[in-house]
């Protein structure tokens, strides 16, 4: 399958106070086409650094990374927005809907920085994929937390993603909705989205195709 | 959706710190467009008065300043200084001059302190020179104890002709033989009076505070002053009413300056309250503005996205404003007018126009766009992994 990330020997430190941590140690991980992959490990293991180095989100202190062949640390930042427009849809645990938005109005907002204008059949499609079609003129507030990361994952897709990097997406959610979003997840797996979720929970990670354990910023299997 | 309808959606957010900070703005433009429109209106009005209505287009006078000048002819001044009646002569024989009115200007502050009376010693060459100084009720003076009165002077002391009128501070008791018809200017206020009473009540007869000239062809005027400087002694000076009326208006230099800051104070205000409301959006929308930059949006999108929010909000409090400011505008003219203690020119001294709600909404928009800079710097600077690892 094709490589669509690719992340060799990276590392990353930052500091925070006087101590340097080490978030990444020599990482070096392949995300391909129609991947479905989770990343594990305890709290400050590195999960959330990998997820945002792979997302273009941040640079690496060491290593290379490449999207499609092409070494990210050589753009500029409009390069890197212009990868995460049309390459990348985030999910994240919180959500990040904006309360005064519809649930249409979300799901498009970023067709707003990519300069696309909004196709409401498309939109629709989303809702539809998502299974809230019945809510799109709905406000984040009138929606349960399952409802809300669906959202969020149908605005993700907005944007025709090669991959969607989704950081702890059932960490807020109750099992039922939590099942719920793992079977979107899978769903759109099966269309040929490449899915990387980062997660405590070892159950989601058991439904993953390929499971990367990070501790102490190295992969430990 | 644009850009606008994020920005719009956002501010009804948090829609009472919006409105507190719109009204802060409100009231610096409508502070700006009542300024404007009473700097813009007392100096219209003075130049009305001085310039279009009076019919004088020269004074002589023994002041060398405009403003001195302006302070005898406008405002009853007493100066120490004084024009010759001998120069009425010389002036009446100059070519291109219609008319010559001799005047001799005093105030008298009244008995209980509450209103100077202007009184103003006059020939009836007045009626030549001033075709708006027109005597209604009554005529033209008796005798050296005869006092003309302006409509407003007489409806204050309800004053009808043939009444008598008794000058604590002057000791004397005039006559009302005329009153003239309301026209709007100064004149309402003034006591008129034969020149040589006025010149015997201030002690100086024979001497003027200046001649008022009405010229034959005001397109003549720098000629027929040259000519005129050319025949009387260099100890006077030869004065356009518009040169006045800018004199006058130096009185206004001080007021004017004082609401001007009063102006800078509004909107000093305004900036640290915009300013104050746009940093704690942006503190309190970091993670957000973390996930726009996630989700493609660049540093310009969101130097954009907070840049229109501050404005929206400033573009409400400037249309606010200058329409608080239509409203106030006359009652702070009326004020102005009771305050002032130069100059007080007839009829309404604030002029609001399209021109002054125009520039205070651009200055209003203006500051927005400046006091947005910061903090849309600080919300496009957000690196989107430092917050979402440390929040």
């Not at chain 1, 269309?191 to 910023?217: F, Q, Y």
């Amino acid at each position: 399958m094709n490589s669509l990330i690719s992340l060799e020997n990276v590392s990353k430190f930052y500091k925070r106070g006087i101590e340097e941590v080490h978030a990444l140690d020599g990482v070096t991980l392949d995300i391909a086409e129609g991947d479905l992959i989770a990343i594990c490990g305890p709290s400050g293991s590195g999960k959330t650094t990998l997820l945002n180095i792979a997302g273009c989100m941040d640079h690496a202190s060491k290593g290379v990374v490449r999207i499609r062949g092409e070494e990210v640390e050589r753009g500029g930042e409009r390069r890197l927005a212009e990868i995460r427009q049309s390459m990348i849809g985030f999910v994240f645990q919180q959500f990040f809907l904006i309360p005064t938005l519809t649930v249409e109005e979300n799901v498009e907002l970023p067709l707003l920085f990519s300069h696309h204008k909004a196709n409401p059949s498309r939109t629709a499609d989303l809702l539809e994929r998502v299974g809230l079609s019945h809510r799109r003129h709905h406000l984040p507030g009138q929606l349960s937390g399952g409802e809300m990361q669906r959202v969020a994952v149908a605005r993700s897709l907005i944007n025709e993603p090669k991959v969607i990097l989704a950081d702890e997406p059932t960490g807020n959610l109750d099992s039922r909705n939590s099942a719920a979003v793992v079977e979107l997840f899978e769903t759109l797996n099966r269309a040929g989205i490449a899915i990387v979720l980062v997660t405590h929970n070892p159950d989601l990670a058991a439904r993953c195709r390929k499971v990367v354990h990070l501790e102490d910023g190295k992969v430990v299997g | 959706m644009k850009i606008l309808t994020l920005a719009f959606n956002n501010i009804r957010r948090t829609p009472m710190r919006a409105l507190l900070t719109a009204a802060s703005v409100l009231i610096a433009a409508a502070t700006l467009s009542v300024v404007l429109a009473l700097d813009r209106g007392y100096a219209r009005a003075v130049k009305r008065e001085l310039v279009d209505k009076t019919g004088v287009h020269l004074y002589i006078t023994k002041e060398n300043c405009p403003i001195e000048a302006a302070s005898v002819v406008a405002q009853g001044g007493l100066s120490p200084l004084y024009v010759e009646q001998s120069l009425v002569a010389v002036s009446e024989s100059t070519e291109g001059i219609a008319a010559v009115l001799p005047f001799q200007l005093f105030a008298e502050t009244t008995s209980d302190g509450t209103r100077t009376d202007i009184f103003m010693g006059v020939t009836d060459a007045i009626r030549r020179v001033r075709p708006d100084w027109v005597i209604e009720k009554g005529g033209w003076f008796e005798n050296e104890d005869s006092v003309i009165l302006g409509a407003q002077i007489a409806q204050i002391e309800l004053a009808k002709v043939g009444d008598r009128l008794y000058s604590e501070k002057l000791d004397k008791e005039f006559k009302v033989t005329g009153i003239l018809r309301k026209s709007y200017s100064q004149d309402d206020g003034m006591i008129f009076l034969p020149l040589a009473t006025a010149q015997r009540l201030v002690k100086r007869e024979g001497r003027l505070s200046a001649i008022a000239v009405k010229l034959t062809d005001v397109s003549r005027m720098q000629e027929v002053t040259t000519r005129l400087r050319g025949r009387i002694s260099q100890d006077y000076s030869v004065i356009g009413a518009k040169e006045l009326s800018e004199g006058v208006l130096g009185f206004f230099a001080a007021t004017r300056m004082i609401m001007f800051v009063m102006v800078g104070v509004a909107f000093g205000v305004s900036v640290f309250g915009i300013v104050n409301t746009m940093l704690m959006v942006v503190m309190e929308r970091r993670r957000e503005i973390a996930y726009l930059k996630c989700v493609g949006a660049r540093r310009a999108d969101v130097l954009r996205l907070i840049t229109m929010e501050t404005l929206l909000i400033c573009v409400v409090g400037g249309l606010g404003g200058i329409l608080a400011g239509m409203f106030i505008t006359p009652l702070a003219g009326s004020m102005l007018r009771g305050t002032l203690v130069g100059y007080v020119p007839a009829g309404s001294i604030a002029a609001p126009s399209a021109g002054v709600a125009l520039f205070s909404l651009l200055v209003a928009v203006g500051t927005g766009v400046l006091c947005a800079l910061y903090p849309a710097w600080k919300a496009a600077s957000i690196v989107p992994m430092e917050v979402l690892r440390n929040e």
